[in-house]
């Protein structure tokens, strides 16, 4: 079955770097878009960044020049490096798959930003 597991997140101080990853497994990596989403408390689960089969990315306003999603086709394997780190980015981190029609989802990895 598909399954997708995070991992990287934690307490960070403000403008520090964080480097979420998560692996993948049960369905052609290579033909899936991945993507990370975030939910803050209190508010709903929102788009962070996408990048699709054939390497091309998208961000959400919040997050460009700061976060860089990227994939490992080989490991399975789909990355969110966390650049500049503002209290605002606290939320729990989601991975995403989009694939034959079907969105599957992680557990969740929990970003913390606050000195």
């Known amino acids: 079955q598909v399954q997708l597991v995070e991992s990287g997140g934690g307490l960070v101080q403000p403008g520090g770097s964080l480097r979420l990853s998560c692996a993948a497994s049960?369905?052609?990596?290579?033909?899936?878009?991945m993507s990370w989403y975030r939910q803050a408390p209190g508010k709903e689960r929102e788009l962070v960044a996408y990048i699709t089969n054939y390497g091309g990315r998208n961000y959400a306003d919040s997050v460009k020049g700061r976060f860089t999603i990227s994939r490992d086709i080989f490991k399975h394997a789909v990355y969110l490096q966390m650049n500049s780190l503002k209290p605002e980015d606290t939320a729990v981190y989601y991975c995403n798959a989009n694939y034959s029609g079907n969105r599957y989802w992680g557990q969740g990895t929990q970003v913390t930003v606050s000195s």
């Open positions: 049960g369905f052609t990596f290579s033909s899936a878009v």
